[in-house]
């Protein structure tokens, strides 16, 4: 027997509100977010070029990552803008959220404010993803400084398809088989990138190999953050994270520099300094460019990500246009002056960075497909109109 007209009709409604509630909202084309958009791409081309004058002046001896230091000092100081309260409850019974014996009402909604400070177990998630950060961008960077800007980039731009391999073994998202098409041919541009990086020395293959595994790390740091910033009673919002991430590595950070390289301060960087001609006011100019530009980066993505329209389709083109410009900018400033051939821009080079570039936009039009078909094209599910036994 068929359930009561009032009561499908109810759950047709509530589907119906699920439905919308789940489908993205449209973006269109505004001039802040097109301004976010391009300060992104700005400070993701600084980055690495920082990164290799810092080398090119004795400041990036891996052994002290400080301008490691530097570089979390951007994220860390997004912290200013927070306010110590995270919840705000609402209810519909008393202000305190609760039915007067203590105990949360089941018709309470807990939101989280953009701007306020997460329970301390949320803090204390975030900084164990810290922690895998820390480790993934020493390596990036460790690498960036061995094999160049230009391999950097190439590797750096297959970061989405990693994320979407975590995303699969541990969040369970399946993929269609053109998705899967564009992960295959973005390693098929890895292996390239790597091949070619074995002709150069094995220093640029070190390197390349510290920054394919180090993106690695980086995308299963990023797929854990989006599970504690979606999931769970003790979520955090992205600026918490963003922010609790940068504080933790620059303590760690700096307890590094207290502890093991204010001791071979010497070696590792007075010496080099000296050598390289490099002065203290150069070097907090390069040190400070580091902070600020990440600091730009980190503020301007996660705009980008809340207000640029396109989705992973326009993600993708930004990821291109980034490493195109790495590319342009390191053989015009570095090829011939810094280094070897690993600054210079070549045609396996150039093969490579299409190749992965292509996977990506293959990848990215696939889950846009998708995304039209689960949230524009389905209709509300047939298993609200229920059976009553």
Request: net charge positive; proline share 3%; charged share 10%.
């Amino acid at each position: 027997r068929r359930v009561s007209w009032s009561k499908r009709n109810k759950n047709i409604i509530m589907a119906t509100k699920q439905t919308a509630a789940a489908t993205p909202k449209t973006r269109t084309f505004t001039l802040a977010a097109i301004a976010a958009a391009t300060l992104t791409v700005v400070a993701g081309v600084t980055q690495p070029l920082l990164i290799t004058v810092a080398k090119q002046y004795g400041l990036a001896d891996p052994r002290a990552q400080l301008y490691m230091l530097f570089y979390y000092i951007g994220p860390a100081s997004i912290s200013l803008s927070m306010r110590s309260r995270c919840f705000s409850h609402r209810s519909s019974g008393g202000g305190d959220g609760s039915d007067g014996s203590g105990a949360a009402s089941s018709n309470n909604t807990t939101t989280l404010n953009e701007n306020e400070w997460p329970s301390g177990y949320s803090l204390l998630k975030a900084a164990g993803i810290a922690a895998i950060d820390i480790f993934a961008q020493s390596m990036n960077y460790t690498g960036v400084s061995m094999a160049g800007p230009i391999i950097f980039a190439i590797i750096y731009s297959s970061v989405a398809i990693w994320t979407a391999v975590y995303s699969r073994v541990l969040l369970h998202q399946k993929l269609t088989l053109s998705q899967w098409s564009g992960v295959g041919i973005v390693f098929g541009g890895l292996t390239l990138t790597c091949l070619h990086s074995l002709q150069l020395g094995p220093q640029v293959f070190l390197g390349s190999c510290l920054i394919f595994v180090g993106m690695s790390i980086r995308a299963l740091g990023y797929v854990i953050s989006v599970y504690i910033t979606t999931r769970g009673r003790f979520c955090i919002t992205v600026r918490a994270n963003c922010a609790m991430q940068g504080l933790v590595a620059c303590i760690a950070l700096l307890l590094w520099q207290i502890l093991y390289t204010r001791p071979r301060y010497s070696e590792l960087i007075g010496q080099p300094m000296i050598e390289a001609g490099t002065s203290r006011s150069q070097a907090l100019v390069v040190f400070l460019g580091i902070a600020l530009a990440n600091f730009v980066y980190s503020v301007s993505f996660m705009y980008t990500v809340r207000h640029f329209p396109g989705g992973t389709v326009n993600a993708g083109i930004l990821k291109g246009l980034q490493a195109v410009l790495v590319f342009a900018t390191t053989a015009q400033a570095f090829c011939g002056h810094v280094g070897g051939e690993e600054m210079c821009f070549n045609g396996a080079k150039l093969l490579s960075l299409v190749v992965v570039l292509g996977g990506l936009m293959v990848y990215g039009i696939a889950t846009e497909v998708r995304s039209k078909i689960v949230y524009g094209y389905r209709s509300v599910p047939d298993a609200f109109v229920e059976n009553e036994d």
